[in-house]
Structures are given as C-alpha cells and as structure tokens.
C-alpha cells in the first residue's frame, strides 16, 4: 500500500529525526566523512548538478602541492647506525604523508651502497636540483655528514626553510644551527614524540611554504641562461671555452644555460665572473628588460639635453650647432658610460 503523498514530508521528517536519535555525535561525523572523502583517502572534486536549490555539500579547497627534502648521513655508517636512519626516515616519510607534503629521500635514488653504480657527478646534479626545487629541507642531524652539510648550503642559498632534527640533548655542530635562514629545530626522545611534533610543525609553517612555492613558481624562468647563452653565441664562444674563463665545467656551465633561474642558481660570483668574460654587465645578465631600459635612459638624457642646448642657442649658425651638437653627442656617451658602469 502506497503512501499518502500529503503525509511523506511528514514521514521523512519522522525517519531524520530518529537517525540524529540513534546515532552518536562520532558516527555522524563518521558518515559525513565517508560521503566526502573517496576510500582511498583523497578529497573528491563534488560537482554539484545543476539546481536551484542550496548547495549543502562543498568541495574543500585544494592545497597547494608541496615537496620536502630529507637530508640525513648515508656514507660511512655502520648496519645499527644505518638501521636507525632507515627508521627514521619512515616516520618522517609518514608524517609527511599525513600532511600532503611529498618526501624525497635520497636513499631511494642516489644511495651511496643501494645505488653505487650511479656516477658522482650525477648524485650531485641530481640531489641539488631536488634541494633547490624543494619548499623545505628536513635534517636528520644524528651522525656527521659532509654531504647533507652541502644540502644545507644548497637549500640556504635557495631560501629553502630547514626543520633540524636531533635527539634528546646531542649536540649539534654550530655550522648548522648558526645558518641564518628560517629553520626550527626538534628535540625528542621517542619516535611517537617525534612523529606528534614533527605534524604540528608542518601543520604550523604549511601557509608559510605554500605562499612560498606560489611566489617561486612566478620565477620559474630561465632569464640568466638564456641571455649567457645568447651573449656567449654572439661572441663566437664554445661552451667549453667560456666555462674555463669562468672557472666552471661545460657541464656546469651547461647546468646555468639551461635550466630555470630558481634550479640554477648561480651565485653572485659567478655572474660576475661570466659577465667580465662576455664583456657585459650583471644587469645585462638578470634583467629581462635591461636594453628598454637603456634606450629610455637615452631618451631621457637626449630630451633634456635637447631642450636646454635649443633654449641657450636658438640664434646660432647651423654649421655651429652641428658642431655643437656632435659636442652633445660625446658628453652623452660618457654620461652613459659612466652609468653603465654603475649596472
């Protein structure tokens, strides 16, 4: 027997009222997490159907992917200090996990017994690139290590934040610990604790590092390499002869050509050694406009120059002001020298 049409609201009504009855504040919550979230964990993307009702059910926002760095000894250690690093890393790699962030660990890929068969210059292109082009770099700060010592250099200068991790009361060297950028430092005494400070941590410093990635995603370009490369090309250099100039490899100096300006990085130094080698400036080098700006400074000095030699002169001879303009001309280029000089 069907129901009567007029009493179904009322019968509705009566069935919600008795699921909000029976079921405890924890099962509700249970079961709105099971129509939100897909059994694999991940958020699903809810795209509402077309209606003109309330949408009661909204996706949430997407968080910004993020990636880690875990830096730690791998060379030299002994099967217990080993086993302890492996450890560790696991619980790192699952808090990591627990807060959407992707953990590269080297001794996945460039293992110095796991991987031995990798060559050197390769351990070292690789583990750079993925420091640099890393949101944070986490240190195991256990065992000395001359090679995570580089990935620390390497994330201070690509701004990358650093969490150091030691236990109890060890002492760490202040080579660490004095690197001035941001970086917090974890004491524990058991993996659970670890594992409980190492979230709140990640949780704390995520808006952070998020803002971060979406402002180096912005200079993802490769400016420097481009214009060394262009440059180097019109002064009818080889690869090979503008990197023993400088002081590098043709592949390193191949690394700077061709990779985006965040992953290559080059130091100061560097630039400026490149940019005396190619007979330029370090502005020529990193500003994407520097020839605009030029030309504008130019325009500049000519108009305001032009103004004041038509104001003094406006009754002198055409064959004096063609002299006195080819005057004009050779202050202005050595106004602009000097201000080059300045770049």
């Known amino acids: 027997m069907e129901a009567d049409p007029k009493s179904i609201p009322a019968l509705i009504k009566g069935r919600i009222q008795d699921h909000f009855d029976n079921e405890t504040p924890d099962e509700i919550v249970r079961r709105s997490q ?47 200090q080993r086993a302890l690093i492996v450890h560790l890393s696991d619980v790192v790699n699952l808090v990591c996990r627990a807060v959407d962030i992707d953990l590269y660990e080297p001794r996945k890929k460039t293992d110095p017994v796991n ?14 690139d993925r420091v640099v082009s890393s949101d944070l770099l986490i240190y195991l700060c256990h065992f000395p290590s001359t090679g995570a010592g580089e990935e620390l250099s390497f994330a201070y200068d690509a701004l990358v934040p650093i969490i150091l991790i030691a236990p109890g009361e060890q002492s760490v060297s202040r080579m660490v610990t004095g690197i001035p950028s941001l ?3 974890i004491r524990y005494h058991e993996p659970e604790e670890l594992r409980a400070v190492l979230e709140d941590r990640l949780l704390e410093i995520r808006p952070l590092l998020e803002q971060r990635r979406l402002t180096m995603d912005g200079l993802s370009e490769n400016i420097v390499g481009s214009k060394i490369k262009e440059l180097r090309l019109d002064a009818n250099l080889s690869r090979e002869e503008l990197a023993v100039r400088v002081g590098l490899t043709p592949v390193g100096l191949a690394h700077i050509e061709e990779n985006v300006d965040t992953v290559s ?30 030309l ?10 032009a103004a004041s030699a038509a104001a ?22 050595n106004e602009l020298e000097e201000r080059w000089r300045g770049l």
Not at 42 to 71: C, F
Not at 115 to 128: G, I, L, M, Q, Y
Not at 296 to 305: G, T
């Open 296 to 305: 504008s400074s130019i325009q500049s000095l000519m108009s305001e120059k």
């Open 115 to 128: 991987n031995a068969e990798v060559p050197d210059s390769e351990v070292f292109k690789t583990d750079r």
């Open 312 to 333: 003094r002169f406006s009754g002198v001879s055409d064959k004096d002001k063609r002299a006195l303009m080819r005057r004009f001309l050779a202050r202005l280029i």
């Open 34 to 80: 099971e129509l939100m979230i897909c059994p694999t964990g991940e958020v699903q993307d809810i795209v509402p159907p077309p209606s003109t009702g309330p949408v009661l059910i909204h996706s949430r926002a997407k968080r910004v992917p993020l990636t880690a760095y875990l830096a730690s000894a791998l060379t030299g250690l002994d099967s217990i």
């Open 265 to 294: 990085n080059p130091s100061l130094t560097k630039l400026r050694m490149i940019a005396t080698a190619l007979k330029t400036t370090v502005a020529e080098l990193v500003n994407p406009d520097y020839h605009e700006t030029i």
């Open 183 to 185: 970086k917090i430092e």
